[in-house]
């Protein structure tokens, strides 16, 4: 597609529901990113894609996180049991050879825990 | 530790005067630098980039950053703000590793 496209843009969930947010990165973009980007703290790194490889997942907060990438395109983040410090926006962004192109975001997914 | 330092959270300035947004990356053989600006209730854009050759870069409205090595920064100004440029600036970098490392922004306010 044109952009990096994410759904929904906006969730609001119950503490202890689990919720999926979905990333379709640009096509050919090989690398994808998430951030999460709270209130006052900036953009905060979860995981990262790159191609066929391991991802680097040292950016997760809990094991209540996790991601997936399909097919080297669509990624999923998955946050299991939210808490209420679970609410931010979640930012999803993809690049093409390492960045070197610059990277592109997605307009990010609201997330509201109540 | 690889990591991005924007020194400065918020910046305010009147209309017209000029402004300048530090930045700070730690060192590598090969790095790519970027500003982001992300205005309010909008996602991120990026503002410009460097990659290499010249070590000044320019945007379309009128922000210009210097990659200097020897200090390992990478600091954005603009000599005549508008209101319009209100918005949080994100400076970033990313290496042939792959990963990109943002440091924690600075919020831009232009007063009238």
């Known amino acids: 597609g044109a952009g990096v496209s994410q759904s929904p843009s906006n969730k609001v969930t119950e503490k202890g529901k689990d919720v999926e947010l979905r990333c379709d990165p640009i096509s050919g973009h090989t690398a994808l990113y998430w951030y999460r980007q709270s209130l006052g703290q900036g953009l905060e790194f979860l995981i990262y894609?790159?191609?066929?490889?391991?991802?680097?997942k040292s950016g997760l907060p809990s094991d209540r996180f996790s991601a997936e990438r399909t097919g080297g395109s669509v990624s999923t983040l998955t946050i299991q049991r939210t808490q209420q410090e679970d609410s931010a926006v979640y930012l999803c962004a993809s690049s093409f050879r390492e960045g070197r192109d610059g990277y592109t975001f997605g307009s990010g997914t609201r997330l509201t825990v109540v | 530790a690889q990591s991005v330092t924007q020194l400065d959270s918020q910046v305010p300035v009147f209309e017209e005067a000029p402004v300048e947004l530090r930045c700070n990356y730690s060192s590598s053989v090969s790095v790519y630098l970027f500003w982001y600006v992300q205005y309010p209730n909008q996602g991120l854009q990026l503002l410009l980039k460097?990659?290499?050759?010249?070590?000044l870069v320019e945007s379309i409205n009128g922000f210009e950053a210097e990659f200097n090595k020897s200090q390992t920064s990478f600091h954005l100004r603009k000599p005549s703000v508008h209101i319009s440029d209100t918005a949080e600036y994100f400076c970033?970098?990313?290496?042939?590793?792959?990963?990109?490392?943002f440091g924690r922004g600075t919020q831009l306010t232009v007063w009238p």
């Open positions: 970033g970098r990313g290496s042939t590793l792959g990963r990109l490392y």
């Open positions: 460097y990659l290499s050759g010249s070590t």
């Open positions: 894609f790159q191609g066929n490889s391991a991802p680097d």
